[in-house]
């Protein structure tokens, strides 16, 4: 074991468990480590606290803050296990500060269609924004070179979306016409199941998110779901090659 300070980025720590074990585990990322009396190592990675009860796994969480500094013991094995947890909010060094300062400089890239995007640090992904009949439609490409796959999309964007939202009523229509019956409070007044056409009219899009798998091309689109699903998000996936290979409700 060794005494490190470390420089937490913009994430913050999560809590994992795995059933059937009981213990908690309190998971998070730095960008840079320093050993003792070493120089300041600037490199991505993530550490672990483990065996900690729920009550102390929410201690912890409160206590690890973003763009702070962490002096801790610990096992650097790939992921740095923390052994314990000895000060938090560090005064940060010169150097610390310097690479805090660079860090939390924007950076951005223009598309001459669409615009600015800006990378989210704490999500890890370019944000941007799209008109979409009088919405603004938010953007999330995890890699600038996902912009061509944007592009691709927004070729015939109308009719993207309505076969989007085809897909999505073929897929869900039963479904959502389960929860429509279970939300039904007059007895008295027979059932009326949505028609696909119904399911359509009903959901429109917000957000479109596009991933920077192996190959590149693949998109999720997020739908407002008009009720049907009590306010959750109906999602539709595809990839540019293949089109569309999955519609969901959830979130």
């Known amino acids: 074991m060794k005494v490190y300070r470390i420089m937490l980025g913009a994430g913050e720590p999560g809590g994992s468990r795995i059933p059937p074990k009981k213990d908690w585990s309190v998971v998070g990322g730095y960008i840079a480590y320093r050993e003792p009396n070493g120089e300041l190592v600037e490199s991505e990675g993530s550490f672990r606290i483990e065996n900690c009860t729920e009550e102390r796994m929410h201690e912890l969480m409160a206590r690890i803050k973003s763009y702070t500094v962490m002096r801790v013991k610990a096992d650097l094995r790939g992921t740095l296990f923390i052994e314990e947890l000895i000060e938090t909010d560090v005064t940060p060094l010169a150097d610390e500060e310097a690479l805090y300062k660079r860090y939390k400089t924007p950076i951005t890239f223009n598309d001459k269609q669409f615009g600015e995007f800006v990378l989210n640090r704490k999500l890890g992904c370019f944000e941007g924004v799209l008109k979409y009949q009088n919405k603004e439609i938010s953007v999330m490409l995890e890699a600038e070179d996902d912009i061509k796959t944007l592009h691709f999309i927004c070729k015939d964007l109308d009719g993207f979306v309505e076969n989007a939202r085809r897909y999505a009523a073929n897929n869900l229509l039963e479904l959502g016409n389960q929860w429509q019956y279970d939300d ?68």
Do not use: C, Q
């Open 184 to 251: 039904a409070e007059d007895e008295e007044i027979p059932f009326i199941p949505m028609t696909e056409d119904d399911f359509i009219k009903r959901i429109s899009l917000k957000d479109i998110s596009i991933d920077d798998v192996e190959g590149g091309g693949e998109y999720t689109l997020w739908f407002d779901d008009g009720n049907i699903f009590w306010g959750h998000s109906i999602t539709v996936s595809g990839n540019i090659e293949s089109g569309f290979t999955d519609a969901t409700m959830g979130g």
